[in-house]
């Protein structure tokens, strides 16, 4: 995929979901990396009143020179720029809130991690009058997220997936769209790197173990020794015309298929509201509640 080539893709991907409108203000959930440094300059690129929100982890060094990256590519592409930090948030870095919360229950660094940080996302863009949130989300992401949920035997909890995040509709919840969701982590990155953005391109430090990084590694093999897949039988003609589609494409494309049904079942009734923070969510306290209460 050339430059103009992925540029499409993404401006395609906008108008086919109904990502954003011209009039939208949107804020760019903007962590540093690859995927949402690019969603800021492609969405600013092509026109739309864009704004960057970055959640500061307090994690060192490398929260640091994330930060640091943030606010010159910002100042370069004019774009205003909100930082929140999680020790001002929450009175704790997110490496100090994650051994805590970890000690007292079974969940995984990154699992607590996203959860804060959705929550904080959620409430600081509602608070700056957002209609929409953009992520980095890639195909990568969201074909890992599809597998994950079937090993662990629940797809419902994939409602969130999808380019556009619409599992509760309420004026409570700002809409989150992720342009980049078909297209695969290794173009991402190649177009970053060819536009010089200002990124480290390290992992994070703690995703080193995470169940996600052995599903990434999995998957990786396996499109490695199959480079190209027939999609199903729907899509058959289609893919042998143009170009076989990938193990990644097929997983997620399913999946999309699937979705309305499983948001029908689910989503009967309204949202209910945290009796803690006021959130809106599907249980009567929401997840980042209950990972907080042991921090307090
Ligand atoms: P991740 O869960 O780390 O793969 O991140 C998914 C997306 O969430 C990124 O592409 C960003 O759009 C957003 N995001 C992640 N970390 C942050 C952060 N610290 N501040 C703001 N947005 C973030
Ligand atoms: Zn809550």
């Known amino acids: 995929m050339n430059q103009k080539q992925f540029e499409a893709k993404v401006k395609q991907t906008i108008q086919k979901y109904n990502l954003l409108k011209k ?7 903007v962590s540093g990396g690859k995927d949402s440094m690019t969603v800021l300059y492609l969405l600013k690129k092509l026109g739309y009143n864009v704004s960057a929100l970055h959640i500061n982890l307090e994690m060192g ?21 909100h930082v929140y930090s999680v020790r001002k948030e929450l009175g704790r870095s997110m490496c100090s809130i994650k051994s805590i919360v970890k000690s007292k229950a079974k969940l995984q660094d990154c699992t607590i991690c996203g959860i804060i940080r959705r929550w904080l996302i ?10 929409v949130v953009a992520t980095g989300h890639n195909l990568d992401d969201a074909s890992q997220t599809v597998l994950m949920n079937y090993f662990k035997g629940n797809l419902f909890i994939g409602l969130n997936e999808g380019p556009k995040v ?12 992720k342009p980049l969701y078909f297209i695969p982590e290794k173009e991402v990155e190649k177009y970053s790197k060819a536009m ?11 995703v080193v173990g995470a169940y996600r990084h ?26 042998k015309k143009q170009r076989l589609f990938s193990v990644k494409e097929n997983i997620v494309q399913s999946f999309l298929k699937l979705l309305p049904k499983l948001r029908k079942k689910v989503l009967a009734g309204k949202p209910i509201y945290c009796k803690t923070c006021g959130e ?17």
């Open 23 to 29: 009039s939208d203000k949107v804020i760019v959930a």
């Open 280 to 296: 809106p969510g599907r249980n009567e306290i929401c997840r980042a509640c209950s990972i907080m209460r042991y921090i307090k």
């Open 166 to 177: 619409g599992i509760i509709e309420d004026k409570k919840f700002v809409q989150r769209v």
């Open 214 to 239: 052995r599903i990434r590694g999995m998957l990786d093999e396996i499109e490695k020794k199959n480079p190209n897949t027939l999609g199903n039988s729907s899509n058959f003609r289609r893919a």
């Open 122 to 131: 959620n409430r600081k863009a509602r608070q700056l009058g957002a209609d």
């Open 196 to 206: 010089k953005f200002p990124v480290i391109y390290e992992r994070c430090p703690c």
């Open 61 to 81: 060094k490398w929260s640091e020179a994330h930060l640091q990256n943030i606010k010159n590519f910002c100042k370069k592409l004019e774009v205003p720029l």
